[in-house]
T-cell receptor, first 116, second 115 residues
């Protein structure tokens, strides 16, 4: 079975500071990895994903995540955060198997709070 | 194009009642998945539908059921509601089977409160 652990439930940070949200996963088979963001009273939006290829993936709004197979991690980073980045962030995995790919397994979420 | 539409956005029900939630996927998307989000359990997979057939199911009791129509719209039903069913129910649509066929797009959710 697969599981996802987000190591920090809350991360407070000042505006323009760097931030890292940590995610570790457990799986006996290869997985696809995702980061989703959820703003208050909203659904989930895909931030970035790793399916294969380059282990460093980037989003259009400055976030990046690096897949580390040996450490089974997929940490999310941003060099300089904005107030508007305040939200809850979820790490998720899915299996690259046709009959399981529709199921996302989520971590418990990390609340990022950016203070002025 | 329009995103994933979930109706209603908010719902208050009494214990023992049943409820039906609706999800209209993005046009052209054929796969619909449902998730339950609670503060204690986080986001948990309920089930996935594709071509009107349930393809995958999470660990929820039989009170939770769903279906998908020929136009890919999906409904989720919860019977004999319990207080613990209070949650945000999220629907996600994607082009086809598995996330290889494109990312999953989520609706804004239906907030169900059971009193």
């Amino acid at each position: 079975a697969q599981s996802v652990t987000q190591l920090d439930s809350q991360v407070p940070v000042f505006e323009e500071a760097p931030v890292e949200l940590r995610c570790n996963y457990s799986s006996s088979v290869s997985v696809y990895l995702f980061w989703y963001v959820q703003y208050p009273n909203q659904g989930l939006q895909l931030l970035l994903k790793y399916l294969s290829g380059s282990t460093l993936v980037e989003s259009i709004n400055g976030f990046e995540a690096e897949f580390n197979k040996s450490q089974t991690s997929f940490h999310l980073r941003k060099p300089s955060v904005h107030i508007s980045d305040t939200a809850e962030y979820f790490c998720a995995v899915s299996l690259p198997i046709y009959n399981q790919g529709g199921k996302l397994i989520f971590g418990q979420g990390t609340e990022l709070s950016v203070k002025p | 194009k329009a995103g994933v539409t979930q109706t209603p956005r908010y719902l208050i029900k009494t214990r023992g009642q049943q409820v039906t939630l609706s999800c209209s996927p993005i046009s052209g998307h054929r796969s619909v998945s449902w998730y339950q989000q609670t503060p204690g359990q986080g986001l948990q997979f309920l089930f996935e539908y594709f071509s009107e057939t349930q393809r995958n199911k999470g660990n929820f009791p039989g009170r939770f059921s769903g279906r998908q129509f020929s136009n890919s719209r999906s409904e989720m039903n919860v019977s004999t509601l319990e207080l613990g069913d209070s949650a945000l129910y999220l629907c996600a649509s994607s082009l086809g089977r598995g996330l290889l066929r494109g990312e999953a797009f989520f609706g804004q959710g239906t907030r169900l409160t059971v009193v």
